[in-house]
């Protein structure tokens, strides 16, 4: 896909699933600007009713998916229920699964392969904790994340990626990146991507920043160069924020 202005809410386990559908139908009512295209990440639970409740201008999104398209494995959901389901996007790799439920790359590109393979789009999450910041490794440690879960695609296939960077000392900490530090790794990410598949399909990633991202610090973020919009969690999860999220393009 072309790059794009994206603004992506991640609710985690968060609503019910009358609540979400009402956040859900709250932020439908909003007029999208067309350049921007809008995704709410939500529980697998919610995802029947928010499709049924689908509109055009917000696109939904699952926070995980499993490898296997079925078999004995209780308590998971495979891409291809999600595909079949009418799911826009899954998220992959973001820093909680990757830290609470041991998610490590090669399990990532596992899961990758098997979302594309159903044709569902893939949001991939990669950021470095404090201690790699504090220690001036991050820009080596993203690109670990990326070439052991990411690199293995051919440029084909990236076309349905979105990469998400979020530094997970900024995530839900109110702690934000400057935006100078968004754009340095935005960059780096882009220039990686440019070594690995050349300027044109490095142009048309797009690169979402997450952690902390609020109305009052996300125009000026979603302003840097290379950073193309944004993962949103809690201030996703307040209908009138996300509006002033999507309206700051
Ligand atoms: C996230 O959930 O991916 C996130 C960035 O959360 P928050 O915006 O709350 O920091």
Redesign the pocket.
């Known amino acids: 896909m072309a790059r794009k202005n994206i603004a992506a809410g991640?609710w985690?386990m968060n609503t019910t699933v009358s609540e979400g559908v009402d956040l859900y139908n709250s932020l439908a009512e909003h007029n999208v600007p067309s350049d921007v295209t809008v995704i709410v990440g939500a529980p697998f639970i919610h995802l029947t009713s928010l499709i049924a409740a689908k509109k055009d201008n917000i696109k939904v999104a699952a926070q995980n998916c499993h490898y296997e398209n079925s078999g004995a494995y209780t308590g998971e959901t495979s891409p291809s229920m999600l595909a079949d389901l009418g799911v826009d996007y899954v998220i992959l790799g973001?820093s909680e699964r990757r830290e609470y439920f041991n998610e490590g790359n090669a399990l990532l590109a596992k899961k990758l392969n098997a979302a594309l393979a159903n044709g569902l789009p893939v949001i991939f999450c990669c950021g470095e904790s404090l201690d790699i910041r504090k220690a001036g490794t991050q820009n080596e440690y993203v690109t670990k994340q990326l070439e052991e879960g990411l690199f293995h695609l051919d440029v084909s296939q990236l076309q349905d990626v979105v990469i998400a960077y979020?530094p997970i000392w900024?995530?839900?900490t109110g702690e934000t990146a400057s935006p100078e530090q968004a754009q340095d790794m935005h960059a780096h990410i882009r220039s990686i991507l440019v070594d690995k598949y050349g300027s044109n399909a490095a142009e048309e990633m797009s690169i979402l920043y997450?952690?902390?991202?609020k109305p009052t610090n996300a125009k000026e973020i979603f302003g840097q160069k290379d950073v193309d919009g944004g993962?949103?969690?809690?201030?996703s999860l307040k209908a009138d924020m996300f509006k002033e999220i999507i309206d700051s393009f």
């Open positions: 991640n985690k973001h979020e900024a995530i839900g997450g952690g902390s991202v993962l949103v969690g809690g201030a």
